[in-house]
């Protein structure tokens, strides 16, 4: 039997994943445009949100995502992640700074942390305390920074979210406004094999922190358990609204659901079905933001110490969900 933590971070991994790759809004006007031209513009849109940007180079972020997971019952009920944070890139750097804060909750279990890159050094904080991250980790973490063109983009790529990779049949729908701003909005679908390639590779990052060996998560997302992820969803759909002057993303909203065939539920913690629903806020967009470093530090070694405690805490918790299941 699965542990409820490690099932909880596991389908977290999806679900972080797959519900930063949009950005959500309000109502808008309808396009006008045929079929072909709404496609055409959708992708002159996408194109300019990844170019050179500098308007794009800090904001905030705000996540909030819902997933309900059916086929385990220790998963009754809807499991909350939350991501809040910032980003900065300082005129003439090639990587942003940012704080990202990450929480995930489910009945009574809560589980949090956070990340800081500041001036090239990453920590993992936990509570008011940082452990500095390794640098051969933190040139891991920072290495996709360059290959994308500006200073939102970079954040998304050092996390593996690389949603221009992910579209599918994206069309331009109408306009409207979101906090004051004129918006452009695109509809379209998600290519899951893109999307959970991303994962996978976000995966092989935790695993050099030892995160996913601390929660009892394989170490790896390998081919067999991606096609059953991929062959599980039956819906993936998202709209994105980006700002019609300044071309940077404002908010978001994701749409997905998946029924798990019986060959796939073992690989897949036994889950027959899933629902998922994310919305994501893009504010403060060009505002300079303050990134720093945590003040209270500890070594790398008692992260590693805290993360073999948290481990403990699962061992811990499939012993008596295993005495459980045997009355």
């Not at 279990?109 to 500041?118: D, E, N, Q, S």
């Not at 991250?133 to 920072?142: A, E, F, H, S």
């Not at 073992?266 to 899933?274: I, Q």
Request: net charge neutral; glycine share 8%; hydrophobic share 40%.
């Amino acid at each position: 039997m699965r542990t409820t933590i490690r099932s909880m971070a596991a389908m977290a991994l999806a679900l972080l994943g797959g519900a930063s790759l949009v950005a959500c809004g309000e109502s808008s006007s309808a396009s006008s445009e045929t079929p072909a031209a709404e496609r055409a513009a959708a992708q002159e849109i996408i194109r300019q949100a990844l170019a050179v940007n500098p308007k794009a180079s800090s904001a905030r972020i705000t996540l909030t995502a819902d997933l309900d997971v059916k086929g385990i019952r220790r998963l009754d009920g809807p499991i909350e992640a939350t991501v809040d944070g910032r980003y900065d890139l300082p005129a003439g750097e090639t990587v942003p700074d940012f704080e990202f804060d990450v929480g995930l909750s489910h009945a009574d279990h809560a589980l949090g942390g956070g990340i800081v890159l500041k001036d090239g050094t990453a920590y993992i904080t936990l509570g008011s305390v940082g452990y500095r991250i390794p640098d051969d980790i933190t040139r891991t973490l920072t290495a996709p920074a360059a290959h994308a063109n500006n200073g939102l983009t970079k954040t998304a790529a050092m996390f593996h979210v690389n949603p221009q990779d992910w579209q599918r049949d994206a069309r331009f729908t109408g306009t409207t406004t979101v906090a004051g701003e004129s918006v452009k909005r695109i509809d379209g679908e998600i290519r899951p094999e893109p999307a959970f390639l991303d994962l996978a590779r976000f995966v092989r990052f935790l695993t050099r922190l030892g995160v996913t060996q601390a929660l009892g998560l394989p170490a790896e997302l390998g081919p067999q358990l991606r096609a059953a992820l991929v062959r599980s969803v039956t819906l993936a759909r998202g709209q994105v609204w980006i700002g019609s002057e300044d071309h940077v993303l404002r908010k978001a909203h994701l749409e997905g659901r998946g029924v798990v065939a019986p060959r796939d539920r073992e690989a897949l913690y036994g889950a027959t079905s899933a629902t998922l629903e994310a919305d994501v806020t893009v504010t403060d967009v060009g505002v300079p933001q303050e990134i720093s470093a945590p003040k209270q530090l500890d070594s790398y070694a008692s992260l590693q110490l805290a993360l073999s405690a948290l481990g403990e805490s699962v061992r811990k918790e499939v012993r008596a969900a295993r005495r459980e299941a045997r009355r």
